[in-house]
């Protein structure tokens, strides 16, 4: 089993930045793309941004030139800047990873607990 546990989030003033990570432990072959979704309150989950191993990012247009996602593969860790926050950010932010659990088996997904983020004056 993977376990993917987010930390980061909090109260932050808008304009105001965050640093979320996302940590990967269990019984790890590799882990391939990783990403970051958002759930607002009463709404749907919505994609953020992803990540594949080589470290190529591709962003929601919602968060494109204020968010920046970033991977260490040799720590397992995901991270997610966020810059210029407005109110519309406030969300609790999962982090989605696929996984390998041994040489040659398939990819399963993974998903954290997710972390609260809240932008507000």
């Known amino acids: 089993q993977v376990h993917l546990v987010e930390s980061g989030g909090g109260l932050v003033q808008p304009g105001g930045s965050l640093r979320l990570s996302c940590a990967a432990s269990?019984?790890?072959?590799?882990?391939?793309?990783m990403g970051w979704y958002r759930q607002a309150p009463g709404k749907q989950r919505d994609w953020v941004a992803t990540?594949?191993?080589?470290?190529?990012?591709t962003y929601a247009d919602s968060v494109k030139g204020r968010f920046t996602i970033s991977r260490d593969n040799a720590k397992n860790t995901m991270y997610l800047q966020l810059n210029s926050l407005k109110p519309e950010d406030t969300a609790v932010y999962y982090c989605?990873?696929?996984?390998?659990?041994?040489?040659?088996?398939?990819?399963?997904?993974?998903w954290g607990e997710g972390t609260l983020v809240t932008v507000s004056s």
């Open positions: 989605n990873a696929g996984a390998t659990q041994s040489r040659g088996s398939m990819t399963s997904w993974y």
């Open positions: 269990g019984s790890i072959f590799s882990i391939n793309s």
């Open positions: 990540i594949t191993t080589g470290g190529s990012p």
